[in-house]
């Protein structure tokens, strides 16, 4: 079921990202005050990848890789091949933990897969509604990205 509910998320990301073709590269990147992580499309995109990297990539699977930084992602294509690495990183996981019950060491303490999957995908969805603000700040229309569509 899990994998199931990771391609709701995957479909939701998909239309997201499909309306940030429609933004002008000049606003995908550009900051916007009073939002976090550099306060850009692009910046809360990379930020979202490195969460799941961080989680999921360092903490479960205990990989070691360089995170993915902002200057990485140009445009909307790159985010796209940011986010496929992040889709095996999640297929590993599945792989890994089939129980996803089972307890992961982490900074903070022993916690479930399912709670790590649970913390990562909630705050892809978070910054996901930060990004359509941001773009409604430089006048374009956002589209309805729920998995509920």
């Given amino acids: 079921m ?11 990301r998909q239309v997201l990202l499909a309306y940030c ?26 930020h979202t990848c490195t969460t799941y990297q ?10 070691d890789f360089p995170y993915a930084a902002f200057h990485d992602v140009q445009n909307v294509d790159d985010a796209r091949q940011l986010f496929a690495s992040i889709d095996q990183l999640l297929e ?17 303490g022993p916690t479930s897969a399912l709670q ?5 995908t909630t705050h892809e969805f978070h910054h996901k509604g930060q990004i359509l603000s941001i773009s ?12 509920m569509r």
């Avoid at 899990?2 to 939701?12: A, D, F, L, P, W």
């Avoid at 590993?92 to 903070?108: C, G, I, K, S, Y």
């Avoid at 790590?116 to 990562?120: D, G, Q, S």
């Avoid at 409604?136 to 998995?147: K, M």
């Fill in 54 to 63: 961080a989680w999921i990539g360092k903490r479960a699977l205990q990989l």
């Fill in 2 to 12: 899990i994998t199931q509910q990771y391609e709701m998320v995957k479909g939701s």
């Fill in 136 to 147: 409604r700040h430089f006048g374009y229309t956002p589209v309805d990205t729920d998995i």
């Fill in 116 to 120: 790590l999957f649970t913390h990562v």
């Fill in 92 to 108: 590993a996981f599945f792989t890994r933990f089939l129980d996803m019950h089972e307890l992961v060491n982490v900074p903070q």
């Fill in 21 to 46: 073709d429609s933004l002008s590269d000049m606003h995908f990147t550009a900051p916007c005050a009073g939002f976090g992580h550099g306060g850009s499309i692009r910046n809360l995109l990379v």
